[in-house]
């Protein structure tokens, strides 16, 4: 299960544009919360928090409780955040809300261990990530935080597979390929090799 990180909002009393505006000028970020059969709940964030968030790893599939002064409590997942176009600042965030029972599907990210120790990358392999998320569909009670990878037994030519990874319980792959490649180690370039016989006749 993914950690569920609480957060507080405050509450927005107006849809619209002119709304948002009036909310970004007040040092907010507008935001809103939708899904499992209510209706959207219209929020305001600090900027800090969003931004904290989406430079945490994983920020996909974590579950957030978002605590809404005088209000309800809602458990959501980032689903959408608009960024400004030059500064780069959170404009508007949309949360799906979670639900008992409700199937999701998620971004989970990938972490990777052992990379010191593999004896591929030890040899001049280069570590290939194919993907650094893997897509998947679960329950709102068993997101996981995200999954893990050991790359210590990996030579030259090995690689890394769905079944591969730690924490699918309770998860299915969006990818219907049979047992699909999350990573490589790769043999040396070309060119790598020949800088080493360049150097090497140098000596």
């Known amino acids: 299960m993914s950690k569920i990180t609480s957060i507080q909002a405050s509450v927005r009393a107006k849809a619209g544009k002119g709304a948002a505006r009036a ?3 007040a040092g907010l970020v507008p935001a809103v919360v939708y899904g499992a059969g209510k209706e ?3 929020i305001a964030l600090d900027p800090r928090i969003v931004i904290k968030g989406i430079q945490a790893s994983g920020w996909r599939s974590r579950v957030y409780e978002i605590k809404v002064e005088g209000g309800n409590t809602e458990r959501a997942l980032i689903r959408d955040i608009q960024l400004h176009p030059v500064k780069d600042t959170p404009e508007h965030v949309d949360f799906m809300r979670l639900a008992a029972g409700q199937r999701v599907t998620v971004e ?3 972490h990777f261990s052992g990379e010191e120790k593999a004896p591929g990358l030890k040899r001049g392999g280069v570590l ?3 993907r650094h998320t893997v897509e998947v569909e679960t329950d709102a009670e068993h997101i996981p935080e995200f999954f893990t990878v050991d790359l210590s037994t990996l030579d030259i030519n090995d690689n890394v597979r769905w079944e591969d990874l730690k924490g699918t ?3 299915t792959p969006v990818n219907h390929t049979p047992n699909f490649v999350i990573a490589t180690v790769a043999a040396p370039s070309v060119e790598a090799d020949a ?3 360049t150097e090497d006749a140098a000596s």
């Open 40 to 42: 959207p709940a219209l």
């Open 108 to 110: 989970v990210s990938v």
């Open 128 to 130: 290939n990530i194919v």
């Open 23 to 25: 909310t970004r000028r």
């Open 169 to 171: 319980e309770n998860v």
């Open 195 to 197: 800088e080493e016989s």
